[in-house]
């Protein structure tokens, strides 16, 4: 009997996932991009696969099973990888108070999270600034990828493995009766056909995606030149302020209370959705970020002065041996504004949208995809 034959259009981290999830189930794969290489949010980001950040219960479960996975392709395909953690650390009282309550509640639910004074910080990180340094909230289950190398490197990973097909430069025009159509000289059948288009909502079934809560988020984000002497930061560093990004950290009753405070003494960052975060690849240079911008059409300059209130607070976190910023960019990708965390539908028969992870795509992507070709 002929194999069944699947799809995907888009070479993004989730077009990447649906394509690994579908050949473990027995499909023939084809992946078609527009471009001739990853350059989306997928390349444009930490590289940060982030479990602490995601709430108890399906999505923490979620992104364990896809740091599983990335750490089973790493070591398969020698893909530079650092299981090295993260490390969020408190120069306030209430801060620290969270982070107690974060350590509670996570150990409860079963994270593999410690609880260090400035000692135990110091032992972890070189990096960290003690200066009125309380403590930090470290957990162990988070890990470090380039997503330049890592996106670059899976697609002939997954063909040799898989034997998934990938077709670069091929826009996809439309689809019709699980028929994609390029231009009007090529066509392809399959049994299903998977749209995985990150933030473009426009080519490909506008309609449907005219119905949902749905917005693009543009962050701004920088990489510092390559430390000196081979030296390590060590764990992913965090300030104070991220700990009212995650969801995850909602579960702390006083957040509300270092909300209000942020919000009345630096209602700049509040304004461009800025929280702060470092880590560190395979080369040494450092990934830092990263602010957040809504709305579907973003201006295509990046503003200096967000650059420089990214920087500046990481100052006040952080000490690193070469501060040289070597390279700016932005990213964009989608989200759905009514709190969903990943957007799921047909808009015919045989064809399925996967889209909307929210900025958590190298969290939780692999996990995703799993889950949802396993109920189709």
């Known amino acids: 009997m002929d194999k069944r034959t699947a799809i995907v259009i888009g070479a993004g981290i989730v077009g990447l996932a649906t394509a690994r999830a579908l050949a473990r189930k027995g499909f023939s794969v084809q992946v078609f991009d527009r471009t001739h290489k990853a350059v989306g949010a997928s390349i444009r980001n930490f590289g940060m696969i982030w479990p602490i950040g995601q709430p108890g219960g399906g999505l923490y479960e979620r992104a364990i099973r896809s740091r599983c996975v990335w750490q089973e392709i790493a070591e398969e395909s020698n893909i530079w990888f650092d299981a090295v953690g993260s490390l969020h650390l408190a120069y306030h009282q209430d801060e620290w108070h969270i982070m107690q309550e974060l350590f509670e509640e996570f150990s409860g639910q079963g994270r593999k999270v410690q609880l260090l004074d400035k000692r135990g910080v110091a032992e972890k990180s070189e990096a960290a600034c003690m200066d009125n340094l309380y403590g930090g909230l470290f957990s162990e289950e988070e890990m470090i990828v380039d997503p330049r190398e890592a996106i670059a490197c899976l697609p002939s990973y997954f063909s040799e493995?898989?034997?998934?097909?990938?077709?670069?430069?091929?826009?996809?025009?439309?689809?019709?009766?699980?028929?994609?159509?390029?231009?009007?000289?090529?066509?392809?059948?399959?049994?299903?056909?998977?749209?995985?288009?990150?933030?473009?909502?426009?080519?490909?079934?506008?309609?449907?995606?005219?119905?949902?809560?749905?917005?693009?988020?543009?962050?701004?984000?920088?990489?510092?030149?390559?430390?000196?002497?081979?030296?390590?930061?060590?764990?992913?560093?965090?300030?104070?302020?991220?700990?009212?990004?995650?969801?995850?950290?909602?579960?702390?009753?006083?957040?509300?209370?270092?909300?209000?405070?942020?919000?009345?003494?630096?209602?700049?960052?509040?304004?461009?959705?800025?929280?702060?975060?470092?880590?560190?690849?395979?080369?040494?240079?450092?990934?830092?970020?990263?602010?957040?911008?809504?709305?579907?059409?973003?201006?295509?300059?990046?503003?200096?002065?967000?650059?420089?209130?990214?920087?500046?607070?990481?100052?006040?976190?952080?000490?690193?041996?070469?501060?040289?910023v070597a390279e700016t960019w932005s990213g964009i990708y989608p989200k759905l504004t009514d709190g969903e965390?990943?957007?799921?539908?047909?808009?015919?028969?045989?064809?399925y949208i996967i889209n909307a992870v929210g900025g958590a795509g190298m969290t939780l992507s692999f996990g995703l995809a799993e889950e949802l070709i396993g109920a189709i």
């Open 161 to 324: 493995k898989w034997k998934i097909q990938f077709h670069w430069g091929k826009c996809v025009s439309y689809i019709s009766n699980q028929t994609v159509y390029i231009g009007n000289d090529e066509e392809f059948e399959a049994d299903l056909v998977f749209v995985c288009n990150g933030a473009d909502f426009e080519t490909l079934y506008p309609e449907f995606f005219n119905e949902y809560p749905l917005t693009k988020c543009k962050l701004q984000m920088m990489r510092l030149a390559t430390q000196p002497e081979n030296w390590r930061i060590g764990p992913a560093l965090c300030g104070g302020l991220s700990l009212i990004h995650y969801n995850s950290f909602k579960v702390a009753p006083s957040l509300s209370t270092l909300r209000k405070r942020f919000e009345e003494e630096m209602s700049d960052y509040i304004e461009w959705g800025i929280h702060v975060m470092v880590s560190q690849n395979g080369r040494g240079e450092l990934t830092v970020g990263d602010s957040h911008e809504y709305g579907m059409t973003h201006d295509p300059f990046d503003k200096k002065f967000i650059n420089e209130l990214i920087l500046s607070y990481l100052k006040r976190f952080a000490r690193f041996k070469d501060w040289t």
């Open 341 to 351: 965390t990943n957007l799921f539908f047909s808009p015919e028969p045989g064809v």
